[in-house]
């Protein structure tokens, strides 16, 4: 995995930005997290906040997620619960979704802004990410 990316430096962002505006054709969430077993206490699928997920791009780039929250404001806390951050997700990817916008939030970590027909912005924290192109669209897409 030496693609693999912990922070969002300056040149990195250069190369990135120019995803803003590209259509998610699928997302694909995981039911389990690279980041689980740093996690102080046991994860279930109620009290999960972290996911590992696979955004694919109309532009045939998909993004490999790990260690993402996803939120709706900034100033309020993740979407707790792998039911509720699936179906978050697929509303969203349902409306329209796109990447609205590339930024770096904490610690210089990748915040991908994905919004969509009806104007509803969800941010989603990675903790670390790859990026990849596809061929073809997984059974799991939502």
């Not at 770096?104 to 192109?133: F, Y």
Request: aromatic letters at 6%.
């Amino acid at each position: 995995m030496a693609d693999l990316q912990f922070k969002l430096t300056d040149e990195i962002w250069e190369e990135m930005v120019m995803l803003e505006g590209a259509p998610v054709t699928a997302i694909v969430v995981w039911d389990r997290s690279l980041v689980d077993e740093a996690m102080t206490e046991a994860v279930t699928n109620n009290n999960r906040t972290f996911v590992d997920l696979d955004i694919y791009l109309a532009n045939q780039t998909k993004l490999e997620l790990y260690g993402a929250s996803v939120s709706i404001d900034e100033n309020l806390g993740p979407i707790t619960g792998l039911d509720d951050i699936g179906e978050t997700l697929a509303r969203h990817t349902k409306d329209g979704a796109f990447i609205d916008e590339i930024a770096s939030g904490e610690d210089e970590m990748l915040v991908l802004i994905l919004n969509n027909e009806n104007q509803h912005p969800l941010l989603i924290g990675v903790s670390a990410w790859l990026e990849d192109v596809w061929d073809h669209l997984p059974d799991e897409a939502v």
